[in-house]
């Protein structure tokens, strides 16, 4: 048997063959979602994927992405299209010196110009509780956080630290969300400690001001979500352990209720366009006073996604089966609802076609 040497090897290799340039990678990203028909599966990630926002004219929807595969598994803003498909765009903490750090861009807000309100949450890896947090302002088209509106935590009336939930825009010189206290406890001896949010009450921010303090909304005390309504100067909302969804006009304070789950359970994660109400309802829920944390709180596995017809009162459930939703984000024109689907510590995004 003939033996070829390393030289001769390499000999044949140069004199039997032309070195041109490579074939070029095939591209194999998709524009379409990963399954058709309603509901399908608009996103697949390893980590977790919450909070979607649509964009006002309903190109796209905004959300916070788990990076599954860094080790400090920061979150980051996603926009994806308006079926799902592939990400045209992500907004991350990209700084090197961030890397020893969790850093959490959440709950995004998109106004008619374009201008994203976001919560941006630091803390060390491996730690529960947050070392630093700010909700800011980007403005298109860098989207680079220009200002910080106000710093997070911030302190309540009651001495009680205040995070920032279901952030939404009421025109283009306010904001108003969800205070929340988050509290941590362990559900066992041993265990890891677990966060608790529960919603304390509505707050506003006037982004006129150079320095904008937190108004709370009188008469909201446990808020548990925020939907805008068909101006700025009207909100819809929902309380712990209620199966009512209110309207309040913000000029007057007047509220009024416009329609009631009753026996179908605790109504949260309200959001309203045009004549149409989406809210969670039901489901794995528990309004209840906590001994270890001292105080009443909200928590939430998820629900089951009804809409209302406001002109009518006519409730129909959009879900069905065992899966459960939690922060729905109904379109603009009312068509299309992106939901989280509730799986334990984790969640994927789910998108309706409404009829």
Same mark, same amino acid.
């Given at each position: 048997?003939?033996?070829?040497?390393?030289?001769?090897?390499?000999?044949?290799?140069?004199?039997?063959?032309?070195?041109? /340039? %490579?074939? @070029?990678? $095939?591209?194999?990203?998709?524009?379409? +979602?990963?399954?058709?028909?309603?509901?399908?599966? &608009? =996103? #697949?990630?390893?980590?977790?994927?919450?909070?979607?926002?649509?964009?006002?004219?309903?190109?796209?929807?905004?959300?916070?992405?788990?990076?599954?595969?860094?080790?400090?598994?920061?979150?980051?803003?996603?926009?994806?299209?308006?079926?799902?498909?592939?990400?045209?765009?992500?907004?991350?903490?990209?700084?090197?010196?961030?890397?020893?750090?969790?850093?959490?861009?959440?709950?995004?807000?998109?106004?008619?110009?374009?201008?994203?309100?976001?919560?941006?949450?630091?803390?060390?890896?491996?730690?529960? /509780? %947050?070392? @630093?947090? $700010?909700?800011?302002?980007?403005?298109? +088209?860098?989207?680079?956080?220009?200002?910080?509106? &106000? =710093? #997070?935590?911030?302190?309540?009336?009651?001495?009680?630290?205040?995070?920032?939930?279901?952030?939404?825009?009421?025109?283009?010189?306010?904001?108003?969300?969800?205070?929340?206290?988050?509290?941590?406890?362990?559900?066992?001896?041993?265990?890891?400690?677990?966060?608790?949010?529960?919603?304390?009450?509505?707050?506003?921010?006037?982004?006129?001001?150079?320095?904008?303090?937190?108004?709370?909304?009188?008469?909201?005390?446990?808020?548990?979500?925020?939907?805008?309504?068909?101006?700025?100067?009207?909100?819809?909302?929902?309380?712990?352990?209620?199966?009512?969804?209110?309207?309040?006009?913000?000029?007057?304070?007047?509220?009024?209720? &416009?329609?009631?789950?009753?026996?179908?359970?605790?109504?949260?994660?309200?959001?309203?366009?045009?004549?149409?109400?989406?809210?969670?309802?039901?489901?794995?829920?528990?309004?209840?006073?906590?001994?270890?944390?001292?105080?009443?709180?909200?928590?939430?596995?998820?629900?089951?996604?009804?809409?209302?017809?406001?002109?009518?009162?006519?409730?129909?459930?959009?879900?069905?089966?065992?899966?459960?939703?939690?922060?729905?984000?109904?379109?603009?024109?009312?068509?299309?609802?992106?939901?989280?689907?509730?799986?334990?510590?984790?969640?994927?995004?789910?998108?309706?076609?409404?009829?």
């Amino acid at each position: 048997m003939r033996r070829f040497t390393a030289a001769v090897a390499l000999t044949l290799a140069f004199a039997g063959c032309e070195h041109t /340039a %490579p074939f @070029a990678p $095939a591209d194999t990203g998709s524009d379409q +979602p990963f399954g058709a028909g309603s509901p399908r599966r &608009v =996103t #697949l990630n390893l980590g977790d994927d919450r909070a979607p926002a649509w964009l006002p004219d309903e190109s796209g929807f905004w959300y916070s992405f788990e990076r599954a595969d860094r080790a400090d598994h920061d979150r980051c803003l996603a926009l994806l299209p308006p079926d799902g498909g592939r990400i045209v765009r992500t907004l991350c903490d990209r700084i090197p010196a961030a890397d020893d750090s969790t850093d959490a861009w959440t709950e995004p807000a998109i106004d008619a110009a374009g201008r994203i309100a976001y919560v941006a949450i630091s803390s060390r890896i491996g730690e529960v /509780a %947050p070392r @630093a947090g $700010a909700l800011v302002l980007a403005t298109p +088209p860098a989207l680079t956080a220009d200002r910080v509106v &106000v =710093t #997070l935590p911030y302190l309540g009336s009651d001495q009680a630290f205040r995070q920032v939930a279901q952030l939404r825009w009421l025109g283009s010189d306010a904001l108003a969300y969800v205070a929340q206290r988050v509290g941590y406890v362990a559900p066992c001896r041993g265990c890891a400690l677990d966060t608790v949010r529960t919603g304390v009450e509505l707050a506003t921010l006037d982004l006129r001001a150079a320095a904008p303090s937190p108004v709370v909304l009188p008469g909201t005390q446990n808020a548990s979500s925020l939907g805008t309504g068909e101006s700025p100067d009207v909100i819809y909302y929902t309380l712990g352990g209620d199966s009512r969804v209110f309207r309040r006009v913000l000029s007057s304070g007047a509220d009024s209720v &416009v329609h009631d789950f009753g026996a179908a359970g605790i109504a949260r994660d309200v959001q309203v366009a045009g004549r149409r109400l989406v809210a969670v309802v039901g489901g794995n829920v528990q309004f209840a006073f906590d001994s270890v944390l001292g105080y009443v709180v909200q928590r939430d596995g998820g629900g089951t996604l009804h809409l209302v017809d406001l002109s009518s009162g006519v409730d129909s459930t959009v879900s069905a089966g065992a899966q459960l939703f939690r922060r729905p984000a109904l379109s603009p024109s009312g068509t299309r609802l992106v939901a989280e689907a509730a799986m334990g510590r984790s969640a994927d995004l789910w998108e309706f076609d409404l009829p």
